[in-house]
């Protein structure tokens, strides 16, 4: 009776999800063309924060009702790795090619892998200057070390903000309804919230269900959940022909993820623990696949659907090398 329960959960989630991010891709689209946004900017911004959205209350969450900030940061570590590999690879089989711009495999490349070497500095830092009693890998990261990350977003935006003065639109903005398009906005990231939340429960229930330890689902099965609709916009706009917003809203939620998501928790409980030992081998992974991506990206400025079974097969790697984590057959996280 129970796992019909948590599948109802699941079918009930997934749609409510598909919904919101249709609604969302849609209102931030048309929004975009209003205000003459470029598509960096359109992608790496509005669209990726809202998307973004189910991973920022998934830290949040779990660091307030459960104590448990290692979790939060498991779940947003997948849901990175999951977002660089899955969703451009989905993306890619669904339009055949995807076309980007040059500047965005130049800079927003620098700067998503700066992200990742400023959230394990901070990591670092709270082991140094912080250490918990126990392994020597554990530190607390306190809200004046949560801080820096937060203070790298705010360049990101600084620097999205001179591209949208920098750009010259072909056209003049599109007339559309203002407040309906931003009420649309709304109700999107709402249902988007729902829907990923009843995903996560389910998630949760099959996890118990089957005896699945939290490490994995953590890793997994949340982080899945919570980027569905990071991977419903990104697909939907590649099929439209969008291919630059496509993979800015991957960038764009990985970067938010990463220097906002994270910290949120450490500012709103004051302090979180976290241990070095294991945030290093995902984070490493997660510099791999990234550099995948762009490596492939960088050819043609194009991303083909064979490049696409390469990115999928890197995230079937990491799924096996978590189950074997979660077995005891390998230790590489501590």
Known sequence: MLLLLY????????AITWWGSEKLESASRRLSLHYQL?????????????????ELSSTILSTLLHGTFDLGVAAIVGSAIFNILVIPGLAAIASQKIVVERELVFKDAQFYLTSVAVLLLTFALAVIYHPLPGPQ????????LAVFPIGLYALYLFLQQQDAFDFTADSSPEPIPIRREWGKLSVSLLLILIGVEALVNAAIGFGEWFGTPPFLWGLTVVAAG??????????????????????ANVLGSNIF?????VPAGVLIAGAASVN???AVPMMAYLTVATLVLFAT????????SDDAYLLLGLYA???????????????IVA
Do not use: C
């Not at 470029?38 to 790496?44: E, M, R, S």
């Not at 890998?137 to 004046?144: A, I, K, L, S, W």
């Not at 980027?227 to 993979?247: C, K």
């Not at 993820?257 to 998501?261: F, P, T, Y």
């Open 7 to 14: 599948t109802g959960l699941a079918v009930f989630g997934t």
């Open 38 to 54: 470029p598509p960096v900017v359109q992608g790496g911004v509005i669209t990726a924060v809202g998307s973004s959205f189910p």
């Open 137 to 144: 890998t554990t530190g607390m990261v306190t809200r004046t």
């Open 226 to 247: 919570t980027s569905l609709p990071d991977a419903f916009v990104s697909v939907r706009a590649a099929r439209s022909g969008y291919g630059t917003v496509s993979i």
């Open 257 to 261: 993820d990463l220097l906002v998501a």
């Open 276 to 278: 070095f030992a294991a």
């Open 297 to 304: 990206m960088r050819i043609e400025l194009t991303l083909r």
């Open 317 to 331: 790697v990491f799924i096996v090398w978590m189950v074997l984590e979660t077995i005891g057959v390998t230790t």
